[in-house]
């Protein structure tokens, strides 16, 4: 099994910026990827962005790409993701998960962290 926890959340007001990190433990080696979702109230959790564990290689939704980064310290079992110049629709929880394969949906996904909480006042 793999364990993620979050951290990093906060409230922020448009156009600034959080960083949130997710560290792993357990049975890390059966990591591919590490994503980030998200889910605001009466939504579907949807796809924010990705990292192979290996390679280091990122994806992005549309939705974030310029704004965010991902990025992770294979040492330290840690992956953290740069939220710049955020928005109102930014708002949501943001979840860590671990998944064997390359995925950008929750089901393909198969261990999940507890979630932190991002406001964006506008």
């Known amino acids: 099994q793999v364990q993620l926890v979050e951290s990093g959340g906060g409230f922020v007001q448009a156009g600034g910026s959080l960083r949130l990190s997710c560290a792993a433990s357990?049975?890390?080696?059966?990591?591919?990827?590490l994503g980030w979702f998200r889910q605001a109230p009466g939504k579907e959790r949807e796809f924010v962005a990705g990292?192979?564990?290996?390679?280091?290689?990122?994806f992005f939704a549309d939705s974030v790409k310029g704004r965010f980064t991902i990025s992770r310290e294979y040492a330290k079992n840690t992956v953290w993701l740069q939220m710049n110049s955020l928005k109102a629709e930014d708002t949501a929880v943001y979840y860590c998960a671990s998944s064997p394969d390359i995925s950008t949906i929750p089901g393909g996904y198969d261990y999940w962290g507890q979630g932190t909480q991002v406001t964006v006042s506008s």
């Open positions: 990292i192979m564990w290996s390679s280091g290689s990122t």
């Open positions: 357990g049975g890390t080696f059966s990591i591919y990827t």
